[in-house]
């Protein structure tokens, strides 16, 4: 084994001390979610979901990095599911995960006329089209023999989905870093879920990797997690490492200090003599 190894994904990487922090911190980042929420489990086969945007660039290339210095005790399969959409460029991915070495599988399903015959005109095509190609997906990873499906949600992806649920859904929920799915026969992970996406897009340019852009979605000007996404550009912007504080506090989670009894007894709660404050009864019928 050569003295610094480097997966083929890495190949051409700039020799920079900026672009060696940059792969570092990307590499410790999830090496520390694979960690925390005990996504590897030895001998598990990995669907690793390929869009070809820079954040599933990113996270293939880190996974197999990990893999390639025996920190991740997984096979990995990359996946990419082309679903139709005209002028998808149907050669790019499977010559760059050939040229790579990567093992691969390429899925064709035509969910873009799908998603374009039950979608009125004007409206959000983005829960169908998900939805469609996440029972793909699941279908796949059964096939191959795979327990995960792993996808390239960022941390700034589980920020924005989380105020979309606070604006729009009245609940304080956003995407985990782990999931078991309705049928309790397959895994989801998000090994990118402590990495800004700042990075991803840092790293993806970096390496030059083909990134195609999704004009089915990427043409809606108007679709709320655009909304919720320029909001936090703007707090970002005038308070540098707003987005790093909120995503600490989503694994900082404080029941008690919620409304919610499902997950908190307040009516159970009671005073240093194991009795309930009755003045605190009294106040709260007041309001």
Known sequence: MPDDPI??????????DDFAK???RLVREVRAAIDTYGMARRG???LVCLSGGKDSYTL???????????LLPVDLLACNLDQGQPGFPETVLPEFLT????????EYQDTYSIVMDKVPAGQTTCALCSRLRRGNLYRIAREEGCSTVVLG??????????????????????????LLNEEGDLFVCR????VAEADCDAFARAMAYPIIPCDLCGSQEQLQRKQIKALLDGWEARSPGRRQVMARALAN????????????????LANESGTFNENALQLGGEN
């Open 99 to 106: 040229r790579m070495g990567v093992a691969h599988r390429i």
């Open 60 to 70: 293939l290339a880190v996974l197999h990095e990990l893999k390639w210095r025996g």
């Open 44 to 46: 598990d086969r990995w």
């Open 153 to 178: 949600h960022h941390r700034d992806d589980i920020l924005e989905t989380f105020f979309m649920n606070l604006f729009h859904g009245g609940r304080l929920a956003t995407m985990p870093p782990r």
């Open 22 to 24: 940059l792969r570092k």
């Open 191 to 194: 090994p990118l879920a402590m």
């Open 7 to 16: 997966h083929p994904l890495f190949a051409g990487a700039p020799d920079t």
């Open 253 to 268: 989670v404080r029941p008690s200090h919620l409304l919610d009894p499902g997950i908190f007894d307040f009516a159970g």
